[in-house]
């Protein structure tokens, strides 16, 4: 039977700190969340291999060097209020409840919400809201947020994600086409919203009024 203890820690070494991902208290959360608990059972014994894994629902979970390297691009203290586009398993949504102080989710597919919602509730992730609901329109009864995290790829920046920036707030979002995107780093600043590129990335499409139209 697999360690997933020894595992976690393998992938951590070996896929994160090797890829130079620095933030001590990202490495610490990624060695803490139990990733193979967000994925079917049947799957489990890949969940700490570097690639994406289907969690149904034509959805994925996002491959643990991502998830790391976005959680990484929200320089995240602790005291953050954050808002996270596509709930998925909780995954993402766990290793950001580890990192700030509140933690508001929303997932449009409603079994996945659920799903997910329990779980984190059973991990004791009690600093974690998540609604269902077309993330694109962000929460705004919830705003502003110190940073924002998309894990869908959108053919654009959607405007109400920016104006629920708090000022200094990060989003960091995958924006392209269907098939590849750049992950984009926005920073709200006094003088107008700062963008930057951290490089090519893969997801699903994010579905919604302000992304992808559903097929």
Sequence with gaps: ???????????????IIRREIK????IAALKKVPRHLFVE?????????D???PIGEKQTISQPYMVALMTEALDLRGKERVLE????????????????????????????????RQLLYDLGY???EIKIFDGTYGWAEKAPFDAIIVTAGSPDIPQPLCEQLSMGGRLVIPVGDADVQDLIRITRTEGGL???NLG?????????RYGWEEE
């Design 194 to 196: 700062k963008k930057e």
């Design 85 to 116: 586009i596509g709930s998925g398993s909780g995954y993402q949504t766990a290793v950001l409840a580890e990192l700030a102080q509140e933690v508001f989710s929303v997932e449009r597919i409603r079994s996945l919400a659920i799903r997910a």
């Design 51 to 53: 690639r994406p894994l």
């Design 23 to 26: 933030d001590p208290r990202v």
């Design 1 to 15: 039977m697999l360690d997933f203890s020894k595992a976690r820690l393998k992938m951590v070494e070996e896929q």
């Design 126 to 128: 009690f600093n974690v």
């Design 200 to 208: 090519g990335c893969r997801f699903v499409k994010l579905i919604g």
């Design 41 to 49: 059972e049947a799957l489990q014994s890949q969940a700490y291999n």
